[in-house]
C-alpha cells in the first residue's frame, strides 16, 4: 500500500476537523474596517472575521477548484489577479504553475496574459502600454485595469466559443 503524501494527509486532517482556530495579523486600518462593521450589525468581530473569510474564499472559488472552464478561470484572474500578485508576491512564473498545473495545454491561461497581470499590479502605465499595443485602442494608465478585465473576459470568451 502507498504511503499518502504530506499534501494528501493536510487535506484529510482538514477534512476530519470541523473547526481550526488560526492567528491572523491585520494592520490597524483593516481591524478597524472589522471594528467598524462589527459595531453597525452588533456582532462580535470573530464572526466578522469568519464571514470575510467565506465571502473571500467563496469569490475565489475558481482559483483552488481544479474543475473550472478556461473562460471562468481567466475571468477570475481578470477581476482578482492584480491583487493576488500584489499581497502574495507571485512572479507570471508562479501564477502559471499555481492555475494551470495539470491542465491540458487548450485549456490554459497563457503565460503572456499572466505576465500582463503581473504588470497590472506593479506597472499601470506600462499595463497600457502593451494593452494599446494588442488591441489597438488607446487605454491611459487609470483605465488599465479595466482594459485588462475587458481584454482577458474577451479573449477566453472567444476562445471558448471557437472551441
Known amino acids: 500500500?502507498?504511503?499518502?503524501?504530506?499534501?494528501?494527509?493536510?487535506?484529510?486532517?482538514?477534512?476530519?476537523?470541523?473547526?481550526r482556530i488560526v492567528s491572523l495579523?491585520?494592520?490597524?486600518s483593516d481591524y478597524g474596517r472589522v471594528k467598524a462593521i462589527a459595531r453597525?450589525?452588533?456582532a462580535r468581530d470573530s464572526e466578522?472575521?469568519?464571514?470575510?473569510?467565506k465571502v473571500g474564499l467563496d469569490e475565489l472559488d475558481s482559483l483552488y477548484r481544479q474543475d473550472v472552464d478556461t473562460p471562468t478561470l481567466a475571468g477570475q484572474v481578470?477581476?482578482?489577479?492584480?491583487?493576488l500578485v500584489d499581497h502574495l508576491a507571485l512572479s507570471a512564473r508562479r501564477l502559471d504553475e499555481a492555475l494551470n498545473a495539470g491542465r491540458v495545454p487548450t485549456e490554459r491561461v497563457a503565460v503572456e496574459d499572466l505576465e500582463l497581470v503581473v504588470l497590472a499590479a506593479g506597472s499601470?502605465?506600462?499595463?497600457?502600454?502593451?494593452?494599446?499595443a494588442l488591441t489597438g485602442t488607446p487605454v491611459t494608465a487609470a483605465g488599465a485595469l479595466a482594459a485588462l478585465r475587458d481584454y482577458l473576459l474577451?479573449?477566453?470568451?472567444?476562445?471558448?466559443?471557437?472551441?
Request: a positive charge; one cysteine or more; charged letters at 30%.
Open 1 to 19: 500500500m502507498n504511503k499518502p503524501s504530506t499534501g494528501e494527509r493536510r487535506d484529510a486532517a482538514i477534512e476530519e476537523n470541523s473547526k
Open 25 to 28: 495579523r491585520m494592520n490597524t
Open 40 to 42: 453597525r450589525f452588533r
Open 48 to 53: 466578522v472575521l469568519r464571514l470575510l473569510l
Open 78 to 83: 481578470a477581476m482578482h489577479g492584480a491583487t
Open 124 to 132: 499601470p502605465s506600462a499595463l497600457a502600454g502593451r494593452l494599446e
Open 154 to 163: 474577451c479573449k477566453y470568451a472567444r476562445l471558448s466559443s471557437d472551441a
